[in-house]
């Protein structure tokens, strides 16, 4: 393992190198947000198990050396690749990077809903400030922050109704390997309005890559977003995805992730209460085999009175995959008539897989309605028992159940072309064999 | 058909069935009787081949094989059919779609052709149509929501569509009023044929009314303690099962 020091200096580097390209460089007050967030990360570094806060998760390659920018990629990319990506939601209004950066010939602006505005982020000059936004950042955060090359600027006007989906493909087109992309988005939707947002994250199986990516999300009065998440990388990619998101009085935020891609992968939300009554739910899914790590962490913090949270996370582990559910929802002291629930159920398809579940609750208030719930375990013998006594051979009785466990959350996804796409994915998940735990010893 | 010889069973290390001899033949109904812990549950169990349930001695012979040796699914597919006393919930997997699978996967176990989705809708509208269930209940998840009727009913046309040569009914009579419990017992009836045979096990006599057994077994205490002809199962009506010395814990 390298040296910490090493490794921060490495980034500095890059920073000095590519600082003159990246957007806002020439705006001395964004120079010094970037310069602080370098710092930032200089002095915290690539989180560490050590950290409570990584105690589950160790980042691998992130810790043995500095990842280079990824480079941009122009040709050997067409539409088709991308529709074939997703062919439920092809055709619908879509942003594409590659490699961290955006591809204004892959994207499709033409079905964007009344309201919705989309800007990259190096054409948002007024806004990039807001979107580098580095309080109460951690070290990737930071890092992000320093080194993002390109974004989107999402914003829907106030009182816009919900159009059609609007989808932000990231596709990494690593070269040696040991390359990272790091991409800042902002989404702000105005008092009133709606809209719905799917992010996918795909990368080719071989060579490391880091995808680094950050989400700023403001949610305004009485406005809702719905938030998609499907992380697909590679089998060798490693990923980071980092949501904030704060609610105005009266907001609904809803967030699905599906996380079933990379070597490792991180999935951070957090989400803050400015005004009372607002609402979210953050349901995931993680689906790991091999030696995959897959960690989803959830920060929920009740600062107003009279909000509700909701979260469900499921997990299915084969072989030798390794899952995390960490869950922290902290109620303040005035926070009361707070409504917060957490559910975490994980599958484990087989002895060499594991889970990690930390739920936490840090609850000041008094009046309040607080749950929290874990599970682990296999599949129901009951269950199991009543397939194969109606002929469904053991192998086919375990891959419905599972399918069944993961239906149960796919299936409730709002918009049709979201529920189509991830359900096409996390059955192309379960049919892609059931590992080699799944035969291995159960009678 | 069915042969059971000097079967011993153990569950979780301690003896339930303590020699159970029993033989059922082609076109026959017979019943089980026997109060709570009796080892009725136990037997139907050991048919199915439920993990657990450990025969340490004797065997059971079903047309000539083994049954012991075999697999749940390959007891299916043999034509072995238990109607479960608590049917279970599966959500996330729809009442066609496991229909289907299960049909055809026992279809394909006994060397017969699959049905393709044209053929399967229309025998399965046949048969639900022949147990008076609603259909809109098969578009749901297995048994999700259903009432207790219903999950009994369910059963039933799981073995209309299966066609078993012996099916093993696990108290189908409990928790269903009587209204529940006669379209239940007709659908049993209707489905009565020289080809297949049937055990019954039931706790009380009210489902042998309906479903009237060519003979009864009294199970007690892991053992047959007393065989007869169905006025057996009136006589213990009426007389309960005190008049073979022993105690029902539900009594």
Redesign the interface.
């Known amino acids: 393992m390298a040296q910490a020091t090493d490794i921060s200096r490495a980034y500095a580097d890059q920073f000095a190198r590519l600082r003159a390209t990246l957007p806002g460089a020439k705006d001395p007050k964004l120079s010094a947000l970037r310069e602080g967030a370098l710092a930032r990360f200089a002095k915290a570094g690539v989180p560490t198990p050590r950290l409570e806060d990584w105690k589950y998760t160790r980042l691998g390659a992130l810790l043995d050396g500095a990842f280079e920018p990824s480079s941009p990629v122009v040709n050997g990319i067409g539409e088709d690749a991308i529709d074939a990506l997703s062919p439920a939601l092809a055709g619908g209004p879509r942003l594409v990077f590659v490699n961290g950066l955006l591809r204004a010939d892959l994207c499709c602006l033409d079905g964007l809903p009344a309201g919705m505005r989309v800007e990259s982020l190096g054409a948002a000059p007024a806004d990039l400030a807001e979107a580098l936004a580095d309080r109460d950042a951690d070290a990737l955060w930071s890092l992000n922050g320093a080194l993002a090359r390109d974004g989107a600027i999402v914003t829907v006007a106030k009182d816009a109704g919900e159009g059609d989906p609007l989808h932000i493909v990231h596709l990494a087109r690593p070269g040696a390997g040991g390359e990272a992309s790091h991409t800042r988005h902002m989404i702000r939707i105005e008092p009133g309005a709606a809209a719905t947002v799917v992010e996918s994250f795909f990368g080719p199986d071989g060579a490391a890559y880091w995808s680094n990516a950050a989400c700023l999300i403001r949610v305004g009065r009485d406005a809702r977003l719905r938030h998609f998440r499907r992380q697909q990388e590679g089998a060798a990619g490693l990923h980071r995805t980092a949501v904030r998101v704060e609610l105005d009085a009266g907001a609904a935020y809803e967030s699905f992730g599906l996380f079933l891609g990379g070597a490792i992968g991180r999935d951070e939300i957090s989400v803050r209460f400015a005004g009372e009554g607002a609402s979210c739910t953050l349901d995931g899914i993680y689906l790991g085999r091999g030696t995959q790590h897959l960690d989803c962490t959830t920060r929920v913090f009740h600062a107003v009175p009279r909000c509700t949270s909701h979260e469900t996370y499921r997990g299915v582990l084969d072989d030798k995959a390794h899952g995390v559910f960490q869950g922290l929802i902290r109620v303040e002291k005035q926070a009361q008539k707070t409504d917060a629930h957490m559910l975490s159920k994980t599958l484990l398809l087989s002895d060499r897989a594991a889970v990690d579940a930390k739920p936490e609750l840090e609850i000041l208030a008094d009046d309040v309605q607080c749950s929290h719930g874990a599970t682990t375990g296999d599949l129901?013998?009951?269950?199991l028992?009543?397939?194969?006594?109606?002929?469904?051979?053991?192998a086919?009785?375990r891959a419905?159940?599972v399918?069944?466990?993961?239906?149960?959350m796919v299936?409730g996804i709002g918009p049709d072309a979201v529920r189509a796409d991830f359900t096409a994915a996390a059955s192309a998940w379960s049919a892609g064999g059931l590992g080699g735990g799944m035969t291995g010893g159960r009678? | 058909m069915l042969e059971i010889k000097n079967l011993h069973v153990t569950v979780g290390g301690k003896e339930i069935l303590h020699g159970i001899n029993l033989s059922l033949d082609e076109g026959q109904v017979h019943a089980v009787m026997g109060p709570n812990g009796s080892g009725k549950s136990t037997l139907a169990y050991v048919l199915?081949?439920?993990?657990g349930y450990e025969v340490t001695r004797g065997e059971i012979v079903f047309d000539g094989k083994d049954l012991n040796a075999m697999?749940?699914?390959e007891?299916?597919?043999a034509g072995v059919?238990?109607a479960?006393q608590y049917?279970?919930e599966?959500?996330?997997?729809s009442g066609l779609n496991?229909l289907k699978?299960?049909?055809n996967?026992?279809r394909k176990?006994r060397g017969e052709s699959e049905l393709d989705a044209v053929e399967f809708l229309k025998l399965m509208r046949e048969r639900v149509s022949e147990l008076k269930m609603d259909e809109a209940l098969l578009k749901r998840?297995v048994n999700v929501g259903f009432s207790g009727g219903e999950k009994k009913r369910n059963e039933i046309l799981?073995m209309s569509l299966?066609e078993p040569r012996l099916a093993v009914l696990d108290e189908t009579d409990s928790g269903l009023d009587i209204d529940a419990l006669r379209i239940v017992a007709e659908g049993v009836n209707s489905l009565r044929s020289p080809k297949r045979a049937m055990l019954v096990i039931t706790h009380y006599q009210r489902l042998l009314s309906y479903i009237v057994p060519d003979k009864v077994h009294i199970l007690a205490g892991g053992k047959i303690i007393a065989e007869g002809g169905k006025e057996l199962a009136l006589e213990l009506e009426e007389k309960g099962y005190a008049m073979f010395g022993v105690t029902d814990e539900a009594a």
């Not at chain 1, 129901?380 to 269950?383: F, I, Q, T, V």
């Open positions: 129901d013998p009951a269950s028992f009543f397939l194969r006594s109606r002929g469904l051979p053991e086919r009785a419905m159940l399918e069944a466990f993961i239906t149960q299936e009678a | 199915a081949g439920r993990d697999t749940p699914e007891r299916a597919h059919f238990l479960f049917p279970v599966i959500p996330g997997v496991f699978s299960a049909l996967e026992v176990g998840p799981q299966l």
